[in-house]
C-alpha cells in the first residue's frame, strides 16, 4: 500500500508540474502577443530597427532594428552628463558608412549660431540648430550636409497613430543606414517632443547616435532618450502635408513608407 500511495503522490506531482509549465508557456505567448500588439504605438522603432524611431548609429538601425536600425523606442538611453556647449566631440567609428564620409572634427565651433534649410521634393524645411544645447550633434549634423550626405535621399519612415514624426537621413532609404561612426547624447534632461523638434533616432542602446534623425510635426510622447537638436521654424505644413497622405503601413498601423515619396534635395547650412 506505501509503494501504491507513494506512487499515486508521485504521478500527482508530475500532473502538477506540466500543468505549471503549460501556464507558464500560455503565459509567455500572451506577453509575446502583447508586446507585438503594443510596439508599435510605444516604439516606433520597427523601421527606424533599425534606428528610430526605427535610427542608427554607425550603419545598424534600432527598434525598430531591422534589427537595429535607428529608431524611437520606450527604452531610455540615460541623460547626457557633457556639460554644454562642448568644447571636445568624440565619434567612434562603427559600422559601414552608407555613404562615404570623414569623421567629424573633434573640436566644434561651440560659438556659433547654425540655420538649416533641407529642401525636399514636397517643399523647404527650416531649422533652426541648437547649437548650444548639442553642440556635438550639431556639429556632426552640419559635418554631414556639409559633405552633401543627406543630398537625394528618401525619408524612409512616416508614423501617424501615438507618435507623429517623419525620419530621415539614412542614404539607403531603409533605417539601417548610417555614417560609420556613433557618437552620444545630449539635451537629454527634460526633453519632450512638441510639434516642431528635430531629434535623433537610435538604435535603443546609449549613446548610438549616427545620420537618422526625426521630424515631429505633431506634439508625441517619448521618453527623454532621443537627442533633440533642432527646432522648426518654416516648414512645418510641409510634414503635416505628407502625414496626411498617411503611410504604407508596412511597419504595422499608422507606421510605414510615406505614401507620397518623399526626397531630399539638399541641406545647406548657414553659420551666423
Do not use: W
Not at 88 to 108: D, E, I, M, Q
Not at 122 to 127: Q, S, V
Not at 182 to 188: A, D, P
Not at 192 to 210: D, K, R
Amino acid at each position: 500500500m506505501a509503494g501504491k500511495k507513494e506512487r499515486e503522490r508521485q504521478l500527482a506531482r508530475e500532473r502538477h508540474l506540466r500543468q505549471a509549465a503549460r501556464r507558464a508557456e500560455r503565459a509567455r505567448k500572451t506577453r509575446i502577443r502583447a508586446l507585438a500588439a503594443g510596439g508599435v504605438c510605444v516604439l516606433l522603432a520597427i523601421g527606424v530597427g533599425t534606428y528610430f524611431l526605427v535610427g542608427t548609429g554607425g550603419g545598424k538601425s534600432a527598434a525598430a532594428s531591422s534589427s537595429a536600425s535607428p529608431t524611437a523606442s520606450a527604452t531610455s538611453t540615460g541623460a547626457a552628463t557633457v556639460a554644454e556647449p562642448a568644447h571636445h566631440c568624440a565619434y567612434t567609428k562603427s559600422g559601414t558608412a552608407a555613404r562615404k564620409v570623414s569623421l567629424p572634427p573633434s573640436a566644434p565651433d561651440y560659438t556659433a549660431s547654425y540655420q538649416a534649410t533641407i529642401t525636399t521634393n514636397r517643399g523647404t524645411i527650416d531649422i533652426n540648430l541648437l547649437n548650444s544645447k548639442a553642440t556635438c550633434t550639431v556639429n556632426s549634423f552640419v559635418h554631414l550636409a556639409e559633405q552633401d550626405y543627406f543630398n537625394n535621399t528618401k525619408c524612409h519612415r512616416l508614423t501617424t497613430e501615438s507618435i507623429y514624426v517623419l525620419q530621415c537621413g539614412d542614404p539607403t532609404g531603409t533605417g539601417t543606414g548610417g555614417p560609420g561612426y556613433e557618437f552620444g547624447s545630449e539635451n537629454l534632461k527634460g526633453a519632450t517632443y512638441p510639434a516642431g523638434t528635430v531629434a535623433m533616432a537610435n538604435t535603443g542602446q546609449p549613446n548610438s547616435n549616427g545620420s537618422q534623425f526625426f521630424l515631429v510635426y505633431k506634439n508625441t510622447p517619448l521618453p527623454a532618450s532621443y537627442t533633440p537638436f533642432g527646432t522648426i521654424t518654416q516648414g512645418l505644413p510641409v510634414i503635416d502635408a505628407i502625414a496626411k497622405a498617411g503611410s504604407d503601413n508596412s511597419n504595422g498601423p499608422g507606421d510605414g513608407h510615406p505614401k507620397e515619396n518623399v526626397v531630399i534635395d539638399t541641406v545647406t547650412i548657414k553659420q551666423t
